[in-house]
């Protein structure tokens, strides 16, 4: 069993940046994020394999990066320029083959 443990999260001012880390039990391939705003569906924004394959979703283009230190099995979401429409939990996902983890969640809220 992998365990994802997130660190990071809390309250920013629109504009801020904010920087989330997850990090891994044990090596993983894919690591990525989603995120579930209030009284919305969870949704993926950003992924990166230990190969270097990188996707982003366009709602975050631009202002969020990921990257990893696979020495540590440990992925980190930065955000910068961030909205209020950002504020939500954050859960950091893996996938090893056919099976998928996730972190507990962390909670980030962007005030106005």
């Known amino acids: 069993q992998v365990q994802l443990v997130e660190s990071g999260g809390g309250l920013v001012q629109a504009g801020g940046s904010m920087r989330l880390s997850c990090t891994a039990s044990?090596?993983?391939?894919?690591m990525g994020w989603d995120r579930q705003g209030p009284g919305k569906q969870r949704e993926w924004i950003i992924s990166l394999t230990s190969d270097g394959t990188l996707n982003t979703a366009d709602s975050v283009n631009g202002r969020f990066t990921i990257s990893r230190d696979n020495a540590k099995n440990t992925v980190y979401l930065q955000m910068d320029n961030l909205k209020t429409e950002d504020t939500g939990v954050y859960y950091c996902?893996?996938?090893?083959?056919?099976?998928?983890?996730w972190g507990q969640g962390t909670q980030v809220t962007v005030s106005s």
């Open positions: 996902n893996g996938r090893q083959g056919h099976l998928s983890y």
């Open positions: 044990t090596s993983i391939f894919y």
